[in-house]
């Protein structure tokens, strides 16, 4: 079995910060890129950052400059460090990350269960 777990969600004040982390776990063989999404209340789920295994990232504009994303291969986790946050960033973030496993030698994606993002104005 093959798991993301996302950790480090909470409430916080805007201009605030926190850091997210999704540690993967399970008969994973290899884990290519990663990242992180997330869904607001009546809106769909959009992508906030990737990583590739290379270390090569984006960002969606909207949170450009104020997020970081980084991994810790070794540990097989992917990390969010979010600054400035506003209202607008409040929702559920999810992780997500395309790997290959013990069963799976073609990369399938993976996802966590999410993680409650709240930024008071």
């Known amino acids: 079995q093959v798991q993301a777990v996302e950790s480090g969600g909470g409430l916080v004040q805007a201009g605030g910060s926190l850091r997210l982390s999704c540690a993967a776990s399970g008969s994973i063989t290899s884990i290519n890129g990663m990242g992180w999404y997330r869904q607001a209340p009546g809106k769909q789920r959009e992508l906030v950052a990737r990583?590739?295994?290379?270390?090569?990232?984006n960002y969606a504009d909207s949170v450009k400059g104020r997020f970081t994303i980084s991994r810790d291969n070794a540990k097989n986790t992917v990390y969010l460090e979010m600054n400035s946050l506003k209202p607008e960033d409040t929702a559920v973030y999810y992780c997500?990350?395309?790997?290959?496993?013990?069963?799976?030698?073609?990369?399938?994606?993976?996802w966590g269960q999410g993680t409650q993002v709240t930024v008071s104005s």
């Open positions: 990583i590739s295994s290379g270390g090569i990232t």
């Open positions: 997500n990350f395309r790997a290959t496993t013990m069963r799976n030698f073609i990369p399938r994606d993976y």
